[in-house]
């Protein structure tokens, strides 16, 4: 039976001194960053992606270990698990990811956008659990949980529908946080490309003016020219 010690010893086959460093840097885990203390031993997605499959089925108890460990490819590993085994297991997948994501445990990123979509979108759109759900992680005092508020929108938008990712973002319009506006400003793009045009430009003409700057930019990067700047005008 394998547990969660052959998982780290896989990614550690995988892992890389100079990768590692370069991580650190990249994932801002100095101090006062958004991912202070973060640990890195180095290994690549692609690498970490290979090990999961490896390891599909893996017992919850033990994916559990992984979510709790302090290595953050360790935690990437346990999340991507749990992408695996959500249609296996929608209802108890979720609680267990939303309980990781509540105790600080899936807290960069990559770890949220590489899980909200495909457990918490899911779920929801699948009416397993209220709409309210987005609403109140956008709501969160806590960056990663409105991270995953908003990206779990896009799972909703991939099928046709817009609604939360709009309501979500009009609720985020006065957010500081860097990570958020980049975010928010993704899904409205997304919006635009994948649902219609008009549900971009409808949010824009109503709300432009009160975005913030990385808001807009990210929610406009595929209209022409001439519309960026009339939309970014208005700010």
Known sequence: MTDAADVRAALAENASP???AHLQRFFKTGAGQYGEGDVFIGVRVPATRRVVKRF???????IEVLLDDPVHEHRLAAVLLLVDAYPRAPDAVYIQYLAAVARGRVNN???VDASAEHIVGP???AGRAPQSVLDELAASSDLWERRVGVLAT????????????LRLAQALLSDREDL??????WMLREAGKRVSREVLTG?????????????LSYATEHLSAGERTHYRALR
């Open 154 to 165: 896009f799972d909703f938008i991939k099928h046709g529908d817009a609604r939360p990712a």
């Open 180 to 185: 958020i506006q980049k975010a928010t400003g």
């Open 109 to 111: 990123w990559d770890l």
């Open 203 to 215: 949010f824009l003409d109503a709300h432009a003016a009160a975005m913030p700057r990385t808001m």
């Open 18 to 20: 100079a990768d590692a």
């Open 56 to 62: 599909r089925g893996l017992d919850p108890a033990e």
């Open 123 to 125: 779920h929801v759109r």
